[in-house]
């Protein structure tokens, strides 16, 4: 179908989605100050609020009514789509709401996703950050399969491992099975939206391969080029302890074992009030105290994400920044 938007994307565009199986690990929290961040750096950024049935992104922003967002786009057709980037104060850094407390407001059909996935493709910036809500559905996964630069956040309690966990296979298999539409009899393996219909015990990769060979082993080698492809990152959020800190790896194991998924491992953040306080003051933490254990681990994030190495000092109110890019970075900024 036909979107109405060209897409005319930037080779420079990196477009960076976060998502989660669980809610309330911190996603907003972390993509806002990620946001920040890389907008301190000198980065152009726009961060989109990709949680259409609960928006609250803006507040973390410390913007009380967003004044447009993308249920606009779709109901007012004389809107011109760049004045759905609202300035947030903060230099080098601009947000889009989805505007998603209006009854049915989540329930964005095929055509509907297809149009703003055209229209992040064509925003003028270095980077474009898409903070997704919670869950599994089609949505969520077909916009955190949108680029190669893809995010899960696990928190450290086995509840979350296991969400992230099913989170990156959803997301992992969404990608199969898109790719298997003109072969239906494989498509079914992946495809658990109808469980009458699909084989649901296929939920590791070698099981995976084994119906395919059965079925169809001509796929095999194309489906190998699809889980190659799929290359997502972990952050880690509210980590307390040393065993905390083993999360990632017992993921990153996790993965490899049953996906034959290889998951980066980008970092930590530390449990902090500091991180709680300014969320309830709608301050972005890394604003508020850059010098901060949490501040100072999303800065090795984001230097993990865009080999820049960034320093913030806060003196007399201003924030000083200081950063080096690593040699190698290929990125071209």
Known sequence: KKTGIKVTMASSTQIITLGGGKGGIGKSIMCTNLAVGMALSGQKVVLMDGDFG????HALLGISHPPYGFQDLFTNHRLDPESLLIETGIDNLKF???????????NIDPERVQTIISFLKQLKAHTVILDLGPG???????????HDQCIVMSTPEMTSVMKTFSFIRAALFRKISLHLRDAPELQRL???????????????IDILRENIEKIDSSQAEEVEKVIKSFKPEIIINRVRNKKDL?????????VKKFLDVDLKYLGHVIESDRVRDSAEEMIPFLIKDPQSTPSKNLQEIIGELTNIDLNLVKEDGKIL?????????????
């Open 246 to 254: 083993q999360t990632g790896d017992n993921l990153i194991n996790l």
């Open 136 to 146: 599994t559905s089609f949505n969520v996964l077909d916009f955190f399969n949108i």
């Open 190 to 204: 992946v495809d658990h939206s109808h469980p009458s219909q699909a084989d649901v015990e296929t939920c590791t």
């Open 54 to 57: 609960a928006s609250n992104l």
């Open 96 to 106: 889009i709401s989805s505007a998603g407390d209006n009854p049915g407001s989540a």
């Open 321 to 333: 920044v200081s950063k080096q890019v690593r040699l190698g970075s290929g990125w071209g900024f």
